[in-house]
């Protein structure tokens, strides 16, 4: 009886224990079930802070980049006006400088025509006579010295005033058998073309105006070895 109610305890003890593990194993597969929700929330909530962090980075340096391009456009079209500025200064510059220069010579050009214009009217000569007597010049003395163009015109001068010549510019110079451009032409075809250097008509007007280089001498010739004053490639006598 003893012995059948100590096996009876035993039995009674394993079930008891059996029990007991059961209920911790149930407990411990409800804890971890409990558990892996959590840490698989945790694990999504430190990835989904990742993403955003890299959002935002991204994001920060998108903007960064955004800011120097601006920047940069910003200094590229600071340049741009300053050069457009200097480029439009210099324009202005250039443009002042050629109205002024071109001022200048609108008024030396009206002050010569007004002296020319004095210088003709004292010496009673015509336009069309300074004309013909600045081609003469022209032919015979284009390719001397100011001095020796002066001194053509003061040979014609004074044939006019001389006694044995005619007493105008243009009967002096048309005088049959005198000059040589008459003869052949070169005198017409100038007067036609109009091919008169400004320098031929300066000495033209200093002759006209009373320079005499060559004095009273009334007759010119190329330089031969003739004697009388010598310019150029020209004797006067």
Do not use: W
């Amino acid at each position: 009886m003893k012995a059948n109610g100590r096996r009876l305890f035993k039995q009674a003890l394993g079930c008891l224990g059996g029990i007991l593990f059961l209920g911790m194993a149930c407990k411990t597969t409800t804890m971890a079930e409990e558990a892996a929700p959590a840490v698989m929330t945790a694990e999504t909530n430190v990835q989904i802070q990742t993403e955003e962090d890299t959002e935002l980075l991204a994001l920060a340096a998108q903007q960064q980049a955004m800011a120097a391009t601006a920047q940069q456009q910003a200094v590229e079209q600071q340049a741009a006006a300053a050069q457009t500025a200097q480029a439009q200064h210099a324009m202005m510059m250039k443009a002042a400088q050629e109205a002024q220069a071109a001022a200048a010579a609108e008024a030396a050009a009206r002050q010569a025509a007004a002296v020319q214009a004095v210088i003709l009217t004292q010496a009673g000569v015509s336009q069309q006579e300074f004309d013909l007597l600045s081609a003469l010049i022209q032919c015979e003395a284009g390719g001397e010295s100011h001095v020796g163009k002066v001194a053509v015109g003061n040979v014609v001068l004074n044939r006019v005033e001389a006694a044995q010549h005619p007493n105008t510019i243009t009967e002096v110079i048309y005088e049959p058998g005198q000059f040589s451009p008459v003869r052949n032409g070169s005198l017409r075809h100038t007067l036609e073309t109009g091919r008169i250097s400004d320098g031929s008509r300066q000495a033209a007007l200093e002759a006209l105006a009373g320079s005499e280089p060559v004095g009273d001498k009334l007759f010119f010739r190329r330089n031969n070895g003739r004697r009388g004053q010598v310019i150029g490639n020209h004797v006067f006598y």
